[in-house]
């Protein structure tokens, strides 16, 4: 763990998250609905809600997913 000014840096070897870039209308339309507080209880962050329409998506298709 590394302090940085008023940041602290969790370094860890477990994690090996991969960034996914979205075309920006439909990062906007994310935003949007997960602003709606009753929607932010749910997903608190635009990360949680692609992870969970995603993950849903694939086990609708019938992909076996290892969490």
Do not use: C, H
Not at 23 to 49: C, H, Q, T
Request: proline share 1%.
């Amino acid at each position: 763990m590394v302090t940085m000014s008023m940041f602290m840096v969790i370094q860890s070897s477990e994690r090996n998250d991969t960034a996914v870039r979205i075309s920006k209308w439909l990062d906007r339309a994310v935003e949007g609905y997960i602003s709606d507080r009753k929607m932010k209880v749910k997903f608190p962050s635009k990360r949680n809600f692609v992870d969970t329409a995603v993950m849903q998506l694939l086990e609708e298709k019938g992909v076996k997913l290892d969490k």
